[in-house]
Nanobody, 126 residues
């Protein structure tokens, strides 16, 4: 049974940093593509970042480029999203996602991912 468990969300001020973690179980971590998405109520879930050991892909959305970094620790089956210089528009529920078969051209698409965590909320407010 696949399980993705996120942690690290919270309430921070603009300019602060947060580190989100996602621990995966029931997957072949080194083969799976791991991604972060976020969603604001009333809006579609949007791509934030992705890392794939299988394809060598590692990139973030343009909206967070230069501020967010994604990394993975295969020894701990964990993917991390380091978020720096947070802005109010980063406020959302952040979701971890995983897929064993997504190709590079589909990595920004939420429909390409089979497994999702429960989400962790991030609020950026002064």
């Amino acid at each position: 049974q696949v399980q993705l468990v996120e942690s690290g969300g919270g309430l921070v001020r603009p300019g602060d940093s947060l580190r989100l973690s996602c621990v995966a179980s029931g997957v072949t971590f080194t083969r799976n593509t791991m991604a972060w998405f976020r969603q604001v109520p009333g809006k579609e879930r949007e791509f934030v970042a992705v890392t794939s050991q299988r394809t060598g892909s590692n990139f973030v959305a343009d909206s967070v480029k230069g501020r967010f970094t994604i990394s993975r620790d295969s020894s701990k089956n964990t993917v991390t999203l380091q978020m720096n210089n947070l802005k109010p528009e980063d406020t959302a529920v952040y979701y971890c996602a995983s897929s064993s078969s997504v190709i590079v051209s589909q990595m920004r698409s939420r429909s390409a991912y089979h497994y999702w965590g429960q989400g962790t909320p991030v609020t950026v407010s002064s």
